[in-house]
Nanobody
Framework: QVQLVESGGGLVQAGGSLRLSCVASGRPFSNYAMGWFRRAPGKGREFAAAISWSGGSTYIADSVKGRFTISRDNAKNTVYLEMNSLIPENTAIYYC????????????WGQGTQVTVSS
């Protein structure tokens, strides 16, 4: 399995921005599609964004479309989630995941990074 480590979370005021990073190791990074998911307090895991192995295709959840952007740098084994115009409802633990197959199955997960948006 690929190992994933997220970073970049923190406390931000509403309207602010954060960029999350996820560094992969253990397996060739470019073999995998990558995704970002989140779990808000008291709620289940929710899809946020995903990107194909080449970066040529991206998918963004409707709830964050226009505010969140996913990208990747295969030379750095890193996937990013750029989050702008944050709102308190975006408060959650954000996880990155590595996926494979068709359709993508996300089988490797990081430990998560906390994002807290204050009003």
């Amino acid at each position: 399995q690929v190992q994933l480590v997220e970073s970049g979370g923190g406390l931000v005021q509403a309207g602010g921005s954060l960029r999350l990073s996820c560094v992969a190791s253990g397996r060739p990074f470019s073999n995998y599609a990558m995704g970002w998911f989140r779990r808000a307090p008291g709620k289940g895991r929710e899809f946020a964004a995903a990107i194909s192995w080449s970066g040529g295709s991206t998918y963004i959840a409707d709830s964050v479309k226009g505010r969140f952007t996913i990208s990747r740098d295969n030379a750095k084994n890193t996937v990013y989630l750029e989050m702008n115009s944050l709102i308190p409802e975006n408060t959650a633990i954000y996880y990155c995941a590595a996926g494979s197959g068709t359709p993508w199955t996300f089988g490797s997960w990081g430990q998560g990074t906390q994002v807290t948006v204050s009003s």
